[in-house]
Nanobody, 126 residues
Framework: QVSLVESGGGSVQAGGSLSLSCLASQDTYGIGCVGWFRQVPGKEREGVAAILPSGGTTYYADSVKGRFTISRDNAKKTVSLQMNTLKPDDTAMYYC???????????????????WGQGTQVTVSS
């Protein structure tokens, strides 16, 4: 069982930055894949980025490439999402998720993740 707790959400103007953190209840090195997802009301939860904690390989959705950076600190059991040049379309509830399989297959498929955090709201105003 892995517990995940997100923090760092908030409100920012377009063009600004926010950093989200996901604190796991166990050493993230032993987790196969940790991802960040986001969801707005009425839409499917979509994958934003993922990282392979053991090797550091990262994956990004096209919509955030070049603006978001996912990273991990296994010693601190934390996976972070640095979000720069934010747009109003980035407004959503952001969730951290984890699964024991690696990231190389379907990292953006929410159905493949076993553990989820409670979410943190990000609001970007124009």
């Amino acid at each position: 069982q892995v517990s995940l707790v997100e923090s760092g959400g908030g409100s920012v103007q377009a063009g600004g930055s926010l950093s989200l953190s996901c604190l796991a209840s166990q050493d993230t090195y032993g987790i196969g894949c940790v991802g960040w997802f986001r969801q707005v009301p009425g839409k499917e939860r979509e994958g934003v980025a993922a990282i392979l904690p053991s090797g550091g390989t990262t994956y990004y959705a096209d919509s955030v490439k070049g603006r978001f950076t996912i990273s991990r600190d296994n010693a601190k059991k934390t996976v972070s999402l640095q979000m720069n040049t934010l747009k109003p379309d980035d407004t959503a509830m952001y969730y951290c998720a984890a699964r024991m399989g690696g990231c190389w297959s379907g990292w953006g498929d929410r159905r493949s993740y076993t553990y989820w955090g409670q979410g943190t709201q990000v609001t970007v105003s124009s």
